[in-house]
């Protein structure tokens, strides 16, 4: 399956920031913080040991996006045996894209996941594999309306996985809020949280990246918009004054930069870096084989699909989208996550500039022509294979108390 072939033609924004999620998974594969990973690998272990063998450990994922992370999950080994999994978020497209991406991942994934009772009309997939079951249920809906349908006293799940979602939201509100449907004793994994940092190099004399860098995080932290560009370490606190207490946090960064002309070889299977147990730094150098290149078939290019002009679904984005090329010079679709990353920025900052957030425009000595020269740059580096992106972001790990 193309990962875009169910694509909504009506819908080319979404269509694109799809592609920027999927696009994105091997960054995630090699960022993720191996620690983290395998503390909460052994905290639901222990929490399914606790309960008979009928009852599963319940998750709830809110923000799937196309549901990248269940994959990882499986094929890293870090589910227990029976499991009932919810993958929410609010785009209806996502969580269609989610489903495919899990019937067609559980049809390619050798052992140990394959498909049964697809037709279920309750809408569940069934994931069957030597251990037990995972049952998946998708949800389309926003993810507080969800909580708040559910009993506050009545918290229903084991855990609440959260990646690259919780610097979408207020803490001081959302946060409580989205604890509420975690049974005492259950965990909140937020993985891939946003940490204040953002390095593009090398900064040819005269480009303005500080200031432009330094508004598009402004957008962040703007007052009129839930989230900041500090949760992650913002959540080192936040999590504690909810009556959480902190497992087990590491840094994610993401870290893409050009192979010098060489694509990576997939790491064959057995071998010690594609184990499903990682260690926090199996990096960048042998991208593991992992969820994503099993989807996309190993090492093969993806069949690359028309690129419609490009507004992501948070921040509005103004500049068309450019086509990849077979000369990537990065490792799977990451050539077009580093377009859509500058392009994010430069979309953000746009808006700063034209007067249209609360952001002062005055705050940076940055005109249009000095952001449109930035961003012209930048794409033009990630073509030539010059460009080096690093985000900062950060995993944690929490349990939760009531
Ligand atoms: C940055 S993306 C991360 C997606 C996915 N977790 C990943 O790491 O690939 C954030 C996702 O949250 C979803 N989202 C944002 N606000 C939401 C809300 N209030 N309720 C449900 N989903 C939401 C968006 O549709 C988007 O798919």
Known sequence: MSDFADADASSPDDYAFRRYLTAKTTVDDRALHGPTEARLETELADLSAARDRETPVRVLEVGAGVGTTLPRLLARDRLPGRVHYTLLDREAGNVEHARERLRAWGDRADTPVDRAEPDDPADDLRLSHDDGIVTVRFETADAFRFVADRAVDDPAYDLLLAQAFLDLIDLDDDLPRLLSVVADGGLIYAPITFDGETVFEPTPAGLRDEAVLDLYHATMDAPDRPGSSTTGRELLTALPACGCAILSAGASDWLVYPQGGDRPEAVAEGDDASTDKRSADATADQPPQDATELEQGGDERREEPPVPGVTATEIPEVETQRPPTDESHYHADEAYFCHHIVNTVESAVA???????????????????????????????????DLLYLAHNLDLLARVRR
């Open 351 to 385: 808006e700063v500039l034209a007067g249209e957030t609360s952001v002062d425009p005055t705050s940076a000595d940055l005109t249009r022509e000095d952001l449109r020269t930035w961003a012209e740059t930048r794409h033009r580096q990630i073509d030539a294979g």
